[in-house]
């Protein structure tokens, strides 16, 4: 009987032998949708069976494989029922060990009692028996013929689902490498293949899935590292040498006649930071190239006041700016602040958010005829039915909420207007090469004044036992005039969240303990009108407290405030929490920010910890790559760059540096890849940045 199979590896995973409709629907949520993806689906964990150790020779804090007999497998429940620890305890002949896992009950049908197995982890010491704490496992002699009698040295471990095991994914990927991998087209060109010692690609990936050794394995890896971070940069370096050679930009012509004028108003001397950062806008606004800069920036650097300089900047010349903001609450404080700053000089400064009001009709008209000369807003800006008259720069604020089509959109309003890009989350050198590689990168990192975080804020993990004293400090702060914000990381309870929820929270501050001050609530699901109001009355003193979700994330700045708790602050990003606790500190007195947590795992009490010791964004951002790893690097936000599934920023600066590097030599070589040794790379990079690059790519 033949078999039929897949006649490309971009072919559907339906079309692999063995995979009917319910396995392909198992596979799409494991982000498996072709034989390309089931290729790149890489072992995340490796089990290797020429290093086993005996059980009784294991000491605490080990990091070993074992193997072992099912003796016993135990479920029970916690938390009131929803949380569900399984045991499954393994014997080897000289000593006990337990395998641990929360809601993953599936793993005791597979784990069955007089079952050979294998586990690999790091070991502790609990209730006078060694355990590992979600150990990667592997069943030695599986009746059931799922994964067979496994004779391999080294096995690997793939990410998988309760409803497909690790041994039959294992087996569908080996059928694919198996048909596919010889059909698998060579990226890299020979030349730099030979530069660097790369074994090819077709090897690679089975070395990747199925090493004989730790050498070839280790080769493997080294090359589809080098494959990950060569195909983005190529992309990135595409795209900034097309914007070198093809666009042509406003030449602005700056006499400073705003400028002036706005930087005697400060009621503070520029920082050498943003000194040197104008000088660099002002060279690229004034040349016939689009400027195309990023803008880091720590918290409280004084971005805003750069971004204004620039808008004036441009207005000097005759031209608008638009400033793009993520949320209507940081959207409205850029209006209310800018607004008194740049209508002192005569300019005519606009807000337009979403809705047919006549205050927004009026906006978007003024905008269109170019009676407005600055225009602010949120994503309403790139709506169809807002237009500009002779957009000069675009500002997008915290460009990490964006994604690159929005800021494409944004930029097509206007005949190649310039373009800077701002966020005040740190981001390493690393990530800003990797995500925004097309643009030139400037970085503010200190505060006006000379002040840090670390001089004026104060963090601290509160363990739940002195809560009381937390309410103390801000009922003490808001006596003396101050005001304090409490995050929450829900709007609403949940059934299957144990965190507070901003609704109940404030119920609960607001009636139980500060019912004698005024509490404010703000969340994301409001209406513009409704965030608007409470917030002019926590900026004017109305309202002494306000219990936040992380709304106020970026940008909100009320110096007034000097005390920040969050809750459940295991549930946020380290650059949340550092963005979160940013927004107190701003004014001349010392701040608090009050961490609430309860870290379970490993890396949550890691973040935490962070946190709590260290002040320095860029510092902070460098520890979170470490801590969190890439996983997905860019996100829906970021949607149209590859993500990296093997590459890790914190440990592959050294490739990332080559594979720019290269990049740059092969474009400058070959601007279109047309050369026959180039097609492949060509044909991936359209695959892997999913289309964005065909505008710069065709002809």
């Not at 609990?126 to 009698?149: H, I, K, T, W």
């Not at 036992?465 to 003490?476: D, G, N, Q």
């Not at 829906?636 to 030599?665: C, I, M, T, W, Y």
């Amino acid at each position: 009987m033949s078999v039929t199979r897949p006649a490309s590896w971009e072919a559907p995973i339906e079309e692999l032998t063995g995979v009917g409709p319910r396995l392909a629907a198992t596979l799409h949520g494991l982000d498996i949708r072709t034989v390309a993806d089931l290729l790149r689906h890489y072992p995340h964990r490796y089990l290797d069976l020429g290093t086993v150790k005996r059980i009784g020779d294991i000491k605490e804090g080990d990091e070993v494989t074992v193997v072992g007999e099912v003796r016993d497998t135990e479920s029970r429940a916690a938390r009131r029922g929803r949380l569900n620890i399984l045991t499954v305890t393994i014997f080897d002949g000289t000593g006990y060990l337990d395998g641990i896992w929360f809601n993953q009950n599936f793993i005791g049908e597979r784990l069955k009692p007089g079952t050979r197995v294998a586990f690999s982890g790091k070991t502790t010491w609990r209730c006078s028996r060694l355990q590992m704490n979600g150990p990667f496992y592997d069943v030695l002699d599986d009746e059931s013929g799922e994964s067979g009698a496994n004779t391999a040295r080294i096995i690997p471990g793939h990410p998988a689902t309760a409803k497909l095991s690790a041994a039959r994914l294992r087996k569908l990927i080996e059928r694919a490498v198996s048909d596919f991998a010889d059909m698998l087209p060579e990226i890299l060109p020979e030349a730099l293949r030979r530069r660097y010692k790369l074994p090819g690609l077709a090897q690679s990936i089975r070395d990747i899935h199925f090493p004989s050794d730790l050498e070839s394995l280790k080769a493997a890896r080294r090359r589809l590292v080098f494959d990950e971070l060569f195909v983005l940069q190529v992309g990135l370096v595409a795209k900034k040498r097309w914007v070198e050679r093809e666009a042509r930009g406003i030449s602005h012509q700056i006499d400073k006649r705003l400028l002036d004028p706005f930087y005697q108003a400060l009621t503070w001397r520029l920082t050498a930071d943003q000194t040197k950062v104008l000088g660099d806008i002002k060279a690229d606004l004034e040349s016939d190239r689009p400027m195309n800069r990023l803008l880091l920036g720590e918290v409280g650097s004084g971005k805003t006041v750069v971004a204004a300089a620039a808008m004036l900047m441009v207005v000097e010349g005759g031209h608008q700016a638009a400033l793009m903001s993520p949320t209507e609450v940081l959207a409205e404080q850029h209006y209310l602040n800018l607004r008194e700053q740049l209508e002192a000089l005569g300019l005519k400064v606009v807000l337009v958010l979403g809705g047919r009001t006549a205050v927004a009709r009026e906006a978007a008209a003024a905008a269109a005829s170019g009676e407005a000369d600055i225009i602010i807003g949120t994503h309403s800006l790139i709506q169809e039915d807002i237009d500009f008259a002779r957009l000069g720069l675009v500002v997008i604020d915290e460009q990490h909420r964006f994604g690159v089509r929005q800021r494409l959109d944004l930029r097509s309003k206007g005949d190649d207007p310039d373009l800077l890009v701002m966020t005040a989350t740190p981001i390493p050198r690393t990530m800003a090469l990797t995500l925004y590689g097309d643009l030139d990168v400037s970085t503010i990192r200190g505060r006006p004044g000379g002040r840090s975080v670390a001089d004026h804020i104060k963090t601290i993990h509160v363990p739940e036992a002195k809560r009381a004293r937390a309410y103390k400090l801000i009922k003490r702060e808001v006596a003396a005039g101050r005001r304090a914000y409490i995050v929450c990381p829900l709007v609403e309870d949940s059934d299957k969240l144990e965190a507070k929820s901003v609704l109940r929270e404030a119920e609960h501050v607001r009636t139980e303990i500060f019912p004698e001050l005024r509490v404010g609530l703000l969340h994301g699901r409001m209406s513009s009108s409704e965030k608007e109001t409470v917030m002019s009355a926590f900026r004017a003193g109305d309202l002494a407290i306000l219990v936040a979700t992380t709304v106020i994330e970026v940008g909100v700045d009320v110096p007034e405030a000097t005390v920040m708790m969050i809750e459940h602050a295991e549930r946020f990003g380290l650059s949340q929490l550092h963005q979160l606790r940013g927004r107190v500190g701003r004014g001349e007195w010392p701040s608090h920010c009050l961490l609430f947590a309860d870290a379970k795992t490993e890396e949550g009490r890691a973040r935490i910890e962070a946190v709590t010791s260290i002040s320095d964004g860029f510092e902070l951002a460098e520890t979170d790559l470490e801590i969190r790893g890439e996983g997905q690097l860019f996100g829906e936000r970021q949607s149209g760059l590859p993500d990296l599934k093997l590459a890790k920023l914190s440990k592959h600066l050294n490739v990332l540096e080559v594979a720019r590097r290269e990049a740059f030599a092969l474009l400058d070589d070959d601007p279109k890849l047309r050369r026959p040794e180039h097609v492949a790379l060509r044909s991936e990079l359209r695959h892997r940045f999913a289309g964005n690059l065909e505008w710069l790519m065709s002809g």
